[in-house]
């Protein structure tokens, strides 16, 4: 697995923890669902600290607490 996809999947695992729909995560964060959507899916490559900062203000969680998940160990080396 690599960081992006590292990344969509701890939003989901987030969503699916508090009972929120994506639409409804974007609405508590302040971002458009497509903003979301695209960090989801292949069209965003880099998904932004500054868009991954915004969920966790919504969420009402710390950036740590984000990266606190064993999705995040052993990742795909990007640069090879």
Same mark, same amino acid.
């Given at each position: 697995m690599n960081a992006k996809e590292a990344v969509a999947k701890r939003i989901m695992e987030?969503?699916?923890?508090?009972e929120l729909a994506v639409n409804?995560?974007?609405?508590i964060c302040g971002m458009s669902p497509s903003t979301i959507y695209s960090m989801l899916n292949a069209k965003s490559k880099n998904p932004g600290v500054v868009s991954i900062?915004?969920?966790?203000? &919504? /969420? #009402?969680i710390s950036i740590r607490k984000f990266f606190d998940?064993?999705?995040?160990? &052993? /990742? #795909?080396?990007?640069?090879?």
């Open positions: 987030l969503c699916a923890e508090r409804a995560l974007a609405n900062h915004k969920i966790c203000d &919504g /969420l #009402e998940s064993p999705l995040f160990e &052993g /990742l #795909e080396q990007e640069i090879k």
